[in-house]
Each structure stands twice: as structure tokens, then as C-alpha cells.
């Protein structure tokens, strides 16, 4: 069955850092991949979409790679500031394609410390 | 603005009850769906409609039903059949894009 895992519950940072969340998945062919941001007690909120023809995608302080082979994307957050504490998801398509129903990793919860 | 309305933030019932979740959207999205988030797991999908009047099962489909009667609202009855419904319940719609819009999200008590 498909399978989504993202690298650890929990990241703690220093500010100014850059942070780097993984998401690896089994038994997909995903088209895409998307990131989102989760703060505590409120939806996840969308922030890139990456194609599998995409080696890389950049927005502000964000960057995400896609690696069809490792099957594995990496979210960066540059010059990470407190702000940026959240939990960040991951999310793909199932391989048909046939009905937009994302499946979504547990999350990674990010902290940057000041 | 445009977006996603659930309400009640929180709600509290007592085993054996069932309660209705509501949710309304004026992005004018044909598809809407319902998740399931639990500390520690990802978000599992519950039900979801690609348009009024339809709607298929997703993932943890039991115990859950649903409705969509008009384009802008998909509440969601959480029954008494549901074993562990104690969760935060999110609603999203999407457009033409494939990203989800979701709302802030019911959190649902069962005592």
C-alpha cells in the first residue's frame, strides 16, 4: 500500500539557520507533491506544488526539491526565523490521477529557536 | 474574503449522540472533502464530494455520513456507530488547482 513518512516528529532550530524536513514515500508514482504549513489549532494552509518533472522549486525563503528515483522531497526553509514555527505537511496524488484525494504524511513539527 | 467556514470551533457531546459538523464555502469550488486529524498521524480522509449531489467514501468512511445539497455546504454527521470519534475535523474544497483550501477545523469531544 502507499505509504508516506516524514523524517522526525520534531526539529528544532537556531534562528537565521536553514531547516530541512524530509518526506519519503513507497509504492507511488506521484505527479506531484505538495507542502503545507499547519500552526496548532488551525488548517494546514498551502505553500508549493512541485511536478515529477521538476528537480526544484523556490518561493521567498522557501525551497523544495523532488526526486522521483529516491522518491523523496526536501523542504528548506532558509534564514529561518521564529515565525516559522509550525508543523509542516506533505502530500501527494494517488497514482491514477483519476480524483484529486490527497494522502498526507503525519507532519513534522518545526521549533526556531531565537 | 473567500473561504472555508466550519463552525463549531469546539463542541462537546456525550456518548450515544450523534452531531452534525457544518461547513460552508463561497470560493465556488465544485469539490469538497472531509479529514480526520489525530495527534500524531497524518490527516485520513473521511468522505468527499466532486460535486452537489454525490459524494464517495474515503479512507474512514464508518460511522461518518454526509450530505451535498448545495454547492456551498458539506456538513458532516458524526454518528453514534463512529467508535472513537474524539478528533479535530477539518473540511477543504479545491478549485481547478489541485491544492486543498481548508478550513480552521472542528475540534470534537466524546464524553
Known amino acids: 500500500s502507499q505509504k508516506i513518512e516524514q523524517n522526525s516528529e520534531a526539529l528544532n532550530i537556531q534562528e537565521g539557520k536553514t531547516a530541512t524536513l524530509t518526506c519519503n514515500y513507497t509504492?507511488?508514482?506521484?505527479?506531484?507533491l505538495q507542502w503545507y504549513r499547519q500552526d496548532p489549532g488551525r488548517g494546514p494552509v498551502f505553500l508549493l506544488l512541485?511536478?515529477?518533472?521538476?528537480k526544484e522549486k523556490r518561493k521567498e525563503r522557501l525551497k523544495v526539491t523532488f526526486d522521483t528515483t529516491l522518491k523523496q522531497s526536501l523542504f528548506h526553509i532558509t534564514a529561518s526565523q521564529p515565525a516559522d514555527s509550525a508543523t509542516y505537511l506533505c502530500?501527494?496524488?494517488?497514482?491514477?490521477?483519476?480524483?484529486?484525494?490527497?494522502?498526507f504524511g503525519s507532519g513534522t513539527q518545526l521549533t526556531v529557536l531565537p | 474574503d473567500g473561504g472555508i467556514t466550519q463552525s463549531p470551533k469546539y463542541l462537546f457531546r456525550k456518548e450515544g449522540q450523534n452531531v452534525t459538523l457544518s461547513c460552508e464555502q463561497n470560493?465556488?469550488?465544485?469539490?469538497m472533502y472531509w479529514y480526520r486529524q489525530d495527534p500524531g498521524q497524518g490527516l485520513r480522509l473521511i468522505y468527499y464530494?466532486?460535486?452537489?449531489?454525490?459524494?464517495q467514501k474515503g479512507d474512514i468512511a464508518e460511522g461518518y455520513s454526509v450530505s451535498r445539497e448545495k454547492k456551498e455546504s458539506f456538513p458532516l454527521t458524526v454518528t453514534s456507530a463512529q467508535k472513537n470519534p474524539t478528533a479535530f475535523y477539518l473540511c477543504?474544497?479545491?478549485?481547478?488547482?489541485?491544492?486543498?483550501?481548508f478550513g480552521n477545523g472542528t475540534r470534537l469531544t466524546v464524553t
Open positions: 464530494s466532486q460535486i452537489v449531489n454525490d459524494f
Open positions: 512541485i511536478r515529477e518533472n521538476e
Open positions: 477543504a474544497s479545491t478549485g481547478q488547482s489541485s491544492s486543498l483550501h
Open positions: 470560493l465556488n469550488h465544485d469539490a
Open positions: 502530500a501527494l496524488p494517488p497514482d491514477d490521477g483519476s480524483a484529486r484525494q490527497l494522502t
Open positions: 509504492n507511488y508514482s506521484p505527479a506531484y
